[in-house]
């Protein structure tokens, strides 16, 4: 499994963003990115691709740990994350703000925004 680093959430944020200091808790940010590799009693508390890109997509947009474009920051990592390990998210423009919008405001838990990209998931080869 690959993983986004803090500074792979940076780029996003600054490609989707254009924004040169937009940081408000390096804590937030860190916390966030590090989500999806969260064990509990040696087992991964988020198993496979999708769980984790959807852990990875509530925490940036729950947390809000930049200034602004935390939901379009949130939607792209969930995105790539789930590229370099493999999966496309083949969502039109209109669903996937929906989701993110729906993620942001705490209507979707971990699980169901997992499945949601589940569903619109196909496997590719050698992504890298």
Do not use: W
Request: proline letters at 5%; one cysteine or more; glycine letters at 6%.
């Amino acid at each position: 499994m690959e993983y986004l680093t803090v500074e792979d959430v940076m780029i996003i944020h600054h490609a989707e963003t254009r924004q040169t200091d937009p940081i408000v808790d390096f804590g937030l940010l860190g916390s966030a990115v590090m989500r999806p590799q969260q064990s509990v009693g040696g087992q991964d508390a988020y198993p496979g691709v999708h769980l984790k890109a959807a852990a990875l997509m509530h925490s940036l947009a729950r947390n809000h740990p930049f200034v602004d474009g935390n939901k379009r920051t949130a939607a792209v990592a969930a995105l790539t994350f789930c590229f370099i390990n493999g999966q496309m998210i083949v969502m039109d423009d209109s669903e996937l703000v929906a989701l993110t919008l729906d993620v942001a405001e705490g209507q979707l838990d971990v699980p169901t925004i997992a499945k949601r990209l589940e569903d619109r998931s196909v496997e590719i080869e050698n992504p890298s």
